[in-house]
């Protein structure tokens, strides 16, 4: 059964991941992953609240503003059209410096202080780093990795290659 929310990560989930140390920092570099706009269309056609929470630290290493992260975000929005997110929410902070950065739960509590109707006991993350499965966990999400190169398997539900595969996961129960 679809979760009524599905939390995704944003880079290495819905869009391709910059190499390690590097960020995401302008429109032009934005590259949809393959079936991400398809997966998105699902979950919104399954009736998911779907909400995006992201770790952005190049805004706090000075890598890139908040209005170059929000001009990100639109165009990533633009690319995956007509599918939608419902909610993003990004940390722009240093490790350590907030409770908002995954493996914090900040940004959850923040979509659920906006939309009170997103319940935890019926939900799920999707993302692709061992912080992205940490948080779920702590919140009592249903968990599941994308890729697993990096680590965190031991923290999923499950661990599948990508956005289509997870929402098959999810929808399928």
Not at 8 to 37: F, M
Not at 91 to 97: L, M, V
Not at 112 to 135: E, K, L, Y
Request: aromatic share 4%; charged share 25%.
């Amino acid at each position: 059964m679809t979760p009524g929310t599905v939390f995704l990560d944003r880079d290495g989930v819905l869009n391709r991941k910059a190499p390690e140390g590097d960020y995401v920092t302008t429109p032009g570099e934005v590259e949809v992953l393959p079936g991400a706009p398809e997966a998105l269309a699902r979950l919104n056609a399954a009736g998911a609240r779907v909400v995006v929470v992201t770790n952005q630290r190049g805004v706090a290493r000075g890598r890139m503003t908040l209005s170059d992260l929000d001009a990100v975000n639109a165009r990533l929005a633009a690319l995956l059209a007509p599918s939608r997110w419902d909610a993003l929410y990004s940390c722009p902070h240093e490790g350590g410096a907030c409770d908002c950065r995954k493996p914090g739960t900040g940004l959850f509590e923040q979509a659920r202080a906006a939309d009170p109707a997103i319940d935890f006991a019926d939900a799920a993350m999707v993302g692709d780093s061992p912080s992205d499965m940490q948080a779920g966990r702590a919140l009592g999400l249903r968990t599941v990795l994308v890729g697993g190169g990096r680590g965190g398997g031991e923290l999923a539900d499950a661990v599948v290659p990508d956005l289509a595969a997870a929402v098959d996961r999810l929808v399928r129960g």
